[in-house]
């Protein structure tokens, strides 16, 4: 069985990502992308799906770990009664090679016996592959995949799998390297373990070098942000959402994503932590790819996409795979790309303005792009969505994605009066239309709160962001009503909900059956909204509360679930670290130059 999912250590090579669990165990690592196919699944499943464990024979030994420093090398350490051992974990950055696992196995003091166990199965834990032992490396392939791994140890094969024992000394130093190539290719060179552990912490060191933040939650900070980096598709800038696939946000339910794809949604709170901590040159990757990913028809605008832009990512379900924990389906591909969310035309222009802000240079080419995102805009913005969250059933008109709609052309006519062309007369008059809207029918006099839809009377976290994008000055009563409202409704152990779920845990408005934990993202927000609205020691008091929610490594996954005291849903999350970022960089007052909104400034 796998493990509890704040049990997860992440590894990875800004191209793909390992998960690493307590027991020294590689439950999930997708080759060679993100998106690839597993060759490790057993994450949804059990050991029949595939994963690589080194350590100590069963209940022989008592682990500890964490990240060497500010990097993202893993180190385990086991202890037992005759000695100490301690196992690396890293995924070296590419350049020109093949994708690279590597394991280093130091004995630190007597000598320590441990188990290796190999077992490798391509897609997704359903295909078999044909080993062999050549020039002292076993290879495993199927079809287009290849795996070879190059130890010293001797593994034996038996019942579709490599397993060795082999013990450690004080001093001594065994590698493990598994290299993936396609299956057509050759053996690829072997890596010098050593060398590229020292390069991968060098790497690391002058990477973190560059973050300008150091305010008393920095270590919070850098960890997100190693987090963020390791989320990174280093070849085109994107950014997943997580690293895994259909981890639950019910345990033993059914609302099972997946995650590894780029969201529109994420760009302006993305730009705005890279841009805020010192990381113009990953800001500016992303602000690219961004512009590539967009580029077409306005009509034809994703709210995600691949990580090098592609726009198919079709939803089908690994029957084979039992899930974690028994949650199915597990799914493969995300449906939602189909949906239409009017809401990330705003965070594209909010975030394309940001970073004109910031100082990264406009070119024609993207304010003509974003010129016809507005046209289409403008002929849509007062239809109904699928919105923010996604959600499966009718389409309905959603308060945020307003905002979001008020926000664009807010952020347009505001570059028309810093130089660029444009109607910044009409811009500015959509603006007021639309602000006088969401004022009139998205705010429930009754419920003296701003609610999740037009004529609803029920509430959204999401609407927390007004006063962040600049829709309503700190000190406007409705929105401090709604953040009240919003604290005292939408929480569940003093942690925030998206939105309300009936007494059966079915919602009218997902359309989905089954209860969900507290989503970290909107947490975060209103730690943000109190803090904005002048409750600081509130703020902090929350944002700390949070801070504890992280696995012993930092690590954050998409929920908390208060009923069970455990992580949910895909992890890490990007959409959880990034708002931990700029709550901390909030509370501390840090480079509020780059804020989406500088603090204070009301709309006009």
Request: with cysteine.
């Amino acid at each position: 069985m796998a493990g509890r999912i704040e049990d997860y250590a992440i590894i990875g090579d800004m191209q793909s990502a390992a998960l690493v669990g307590r027991d020294g165990s590689i439950d999930w690592l997708c080759l060679p992308r993100f998106d690839s196919p597993a060759c490790f699944a057993s994450l949804l499943g059990d050991d029949r799906h595939g994963h690589w464990r080194i350590a100590p024979p069963a209940a022989l030994g008592q682990a500890s770990r964490a990240y060497q420093g500010e990097t993202l090398i893993l180190q385990t350490q086991w202890q037992t009664a005759a000695g100490t051992a301690r196992v690396i974990d890293f995924m070296p950055r590419r350049d020109e090679a093949a994708p690279a696992l590597v394991r280093i196995v130091e004995g630190v003091r007597g000598t320590v016996e441990l188990d290796c166990v190999l077992r490798v199965r391509f897609g997704y834990g359903q295909v078999v592959p044909w080993a062999r032992r050549i020039d002292g490396s076993i290879n495993a392939v199927a079809g287009p995949d290849s795996i070879w791994l190059s130890t010293p140890v001797r593994l034996a094969g038996r019942d579709m799998e490599h397993r060795g024992t082999f013990t450690v000394t004080a001093g001594q130093r065994i590698p493990f390297v598994l290299t993936w190539v396609e299956s057509h290719h050759g053996q690829p060179d072997t890596c010098d373990a050593g060398v590229v552990l020292e390069e991968t912490r060098q790497y690391w060191a002058d990477w973190v070098s560059r973050c300008t933040y150091q305010g008393r939650y920095r270590d919070a900070v850098i960890r997100s942000l190693i987090t963020l980096k390791a989320l990174t598709y280093e070849p085109t800038g994107a950014i997943v959402a997580a690293a895994t696939t259909s981890l639950p946000e019910d345990v033993g339910g059914t609302r099972n994503w997946d995650y590894r794809y780029c969201w529109l949604r994420d760009a302006t709170i993305t730009l705005e932590a890279l841009l805020r901590t010192g990381y113009t040159d990953e800001a500016d990757a992303w602000r690219q790819w961004l512009c590539r990913a967009i580029a077409g028809d306005p009509a034809d605008v994703q709210i995600m996409y691949g990580v090098a832009g592609e726009r198919r990512l079709a939803e089908w379900e690994a029957e084979w795979l039992p899930g974690y924990e028994g949650s199915v389906p597990v799914r493969i591909g995300n449906a939602a790309v189909n949906q239409r969310q009017l809401d990330v035309y705003g965070e594209v222009i909010d975030a394309l303005a940001l970073a004109r802000r910031s100082g990264i240079p406009a070119d024609r080419h993207a304010w003509s792009l974003q010129r016809a995102l507005l046209d289409f805009l403008e002929k849509h913005w007062s239809e109904p969505d699928e919105g923010l969250w996604e959600v499966r059933g009718p389409r309905r008109h959603f308060v945020h994605s307003k905002v979001m709609a008020w926000v664009a052309f807010d952020r347009a006519a505001e570059a028309v009066a810093g130089g660029l062309p444009g109607p910044a007369a009409r811009w500015y008059r959509l603006r007021d239309q639309i602000h006088r809207e969401i004022t009139q029918q998205g705010y429930n006099r009754e419920r003296g709160a701003f609610t999740q839809y037009y004529g609803a009377d029920t509430l959204d976290a999401s609407v927390l962001l007004m006063a962040g994008v600049g829709f309503l000055p700190p000190d406007d009563p409705r929105l401090v009503c709604t953040v009240d409202a919003i604290a005292r409704e939408l929480t569940t152990g003093g942690l925030v909900r998206r939105y309300q779920l009936s007494a059966d845990g079915r919602s009218a408005v997902d359309g989905l059956p089954g209860s969900e934990g507290a989503f970290l993202a909107c947490s975060f927000w209103l730690a943000d909204a109190l803090q904005a609205i002048g409750r600081y020691d509130e703020a902090v008091g929350l944002f700390e509360r949070l801070l504890g929610l992280r696995n012993d490594l930092g690590l954050l996954s998409e929920e908390y679930d208060p009923r069970y005291r455990r992580l949910v849903g895909n992890m890490p999350q990007a959409f959880s670290h990034m708002p931990l970022i700029q709550a901390a960089l909030n509370l501390d007052n840090h480079d509020g130059h780059h804020r989406r909104r500088p603090a204070g400034r009301a709309p006009r």
